[in-house]
Every structure is written in structure tokens, then in C-alpha cells.
């Protein structure tokens, strides 16, 4: 083998060592890890919402009594619970306290309305009072022109009777009812006149008994017109007993004419 080829293998296994030991270094080397990746973002957090404020409430809200005559009075009654800012009653009345009462004289049908605000809104309510016009006043009564004797002759009946009896029986019921109206007018009329009530007998019988027996009748006469409101003090009973007929036949149809309660004017 000549020199020049041994030389050649020589380098060649040099080069080939020196490049094995540099891989070799390099390998050998400590490795460098790779960068830790950036830390996540912190969490967003969303702050809470405030709590809504509750809206407040009308417990209550009436109008007592609902339905009144013009110049009556109605009585407002409210109540308000929760947090409140303002309160007032419209019409008329503004700023009230979260309870209460207030009387209110309305002179038409109005309907009241209960405002209430505050942090959490607005509430109402409402209360109606119904106004009615009053009945007009009665008609002025005029005064009769006629006299209270005129009156009495020709618009009051006589009650009557049956035999031996003073109780006032159904017929004379009716008639005294009706005869009640007439006097109460014709007293307002004379007011400083009286009127007699006579009770009468028929002719059988003594005077002395008859004159009992007509006193009954004109007692319970007076007494069943004070029922119907007729002013005792001007009712004045007197007894004419069988001394004043109005009829002198002796028959039942006269005798029953008799047997009355009479009406004439006194003093």
C-alpha cells in the first residue's frame, strides 16, 4: 500500500472522529426547554344587580257610604304599605299620610284616586261616591179659605156606632182615617182654635146612662185621631148624651144616624 493511500485512509478517519465527536458534544449538550406558555387571563366577573325595590301597595282604598244626597257627607279611608315617596288623593285633597281617613263633601258623583310612588313604582287605586240631588221640598200648602166650621160641615164625617157599644168599629175606622187628614190641616190653618168632638145617643136608654155612654164615644174617638196625629190638646170631648138627635124617627135607620161622633169647631 503505498504512502499517499495510507495518508488518504488517515485523514479520512480523522475527519469521520472529529465529526463523531462534535455530534457527540453536541448531544451531550443540556437541552433547553421549550417556554411555559403565557397564564390564562383572570375570570371576568360580572357584578351583581342591585335588587329591584319593591313596588308598594294599597292595602285598602274605600268610600263610606258610596252613595249619599247632595250636601251628605262620604268618608274616605286608605292605607299604603311598602316604601313609599309620595302619596296623595286627587281631586281636591293632595298630599295624604300612608293611612287615614278624611270626610269629603262632594257635590257630584266623583271618583277619588289613590296615588302612591316610590323607588319601586307606581300604584293606585280608586273610591267612587255616587251623589244624588235631594227630593224637592212638599209643595207649599195655601191655607183653605174656608172657615173651620165651613170645613168641618162639609169635609169631616160623623163616626158611628153600634147599639150600646163605643168601640170603633171598622166603617168608623176608615172614616176617622180619613177625616185625621182634613183636621190636621184645618187646625195648622187656625192655630188658635179647638175642635169638640160630641159623641150622641139614640133616644132609648136613660139620660144619665146615655150621657156615659156618649162620653165613651167621643173619648175613644179623640183617642184614635191622637193615634194618627191629630194634637190632643185641640180635640175637646163633650157628651150631648140623647139630647142633640139628628134624626127623631124611632126606627133603627134613625137610631143608627144617632149613635155618632160629631165634629165641630170650639174655641
Not at 182654635?193 to 174617638?221: F, K, M, Q, W
Request: proline share 11%; aromatic share 4%; charged share 20%.
Amino acid at each position: 500500500m503505498g504512502l499517499d493511500k495510507i495518508a488518504s485512509r488517515t485523514h479520512s478517519s480523522v475527519v469521520v472522529l472529529a465529526l463523531a465527536l462534535s455530534l457527540f458534544a453536541v448531544g451531550c449538550k443540556k437541552k433547553t426547554p421549550p417556554p411555559a406558555p403565557p397564564p390564562p387571563p383572570p375570570p371576568v366577573v360580572t357584578p351583581k344587580a342591585a335588587p329591584t325595590p319593591a313596588r308598594p301597595t294599597v292595602s285598602s282604598f274605600t268610600a263610606e257610604p258610596s252613595a249619599i244626597e247632595r250636601g251628605q257627607a262620604s268618608t274616605l279611608r286608605w292605607s299604603v304599605s311598602g316604601e313609599t315617596s309620595g302619596i296623595s288623593i286627587e281631586p281636591a285633597i293632595g298630599s295624604v299620610n300612608a293611612s287615614g281617613s278624611r270626610q269629603v263633601f262632594p257635590g257630584n258623583t266623583t271618583t277619588y284616586t289613590l296615588t302612591v310612588t316610590g323607588p319601586g313604582g307606581t300604584a293606585t287605586s280608586t273610591a267612587t261616591v255616587n251623589v244624588t240631588a235631594p227630593p224637592p221640598p212638599p209643595p207649599v200648602r195655601q191655607p183653605s179659605k174656608k172657615s173651620l166650621s165651613e170645613i168641618l160641615s162639609s169635609d169631616v164625617q160623623d163616626a158611628l156606632f153600634d147599639y150600646d157599644q163605643s168601640t170603633i168599629r171598622e166603617d168608623a175606622r176608615a172614616v176617622l182615617t180619613r177625616n185625621a187628614d182634613v183636621l190636621k190641616a184645618a187646625l195648622a190653618d187656625n192655630p188658635v182654635s179647638a175642635i169638640v168632638v160630641e159623641g150622641h145617643a139614640d133616644e132609648r136608654g136613660s139620660a144619665e146612662y146615655n150621657l156615659g155612654l156618649a162620653d165613651r164615644r167621643a173619648t175613644a174617638a179623640k183617642e184614635f185621631l191622637v193615634q194618627l196625629g191629630v194634637p190632643a190638646d185641640r180635640l175637646k170631648p163633650v157628651s150631648y148624651g140623647k139630647e142633640r138627635p139628628q134624626c127623631t124617627d124611632s126606627s133603627e135607620g134613625c137610631w143608627q144616624k144617632n149613635r155618632r161622633a160629631h165634629f165641630s169647631a170650639g174655641q
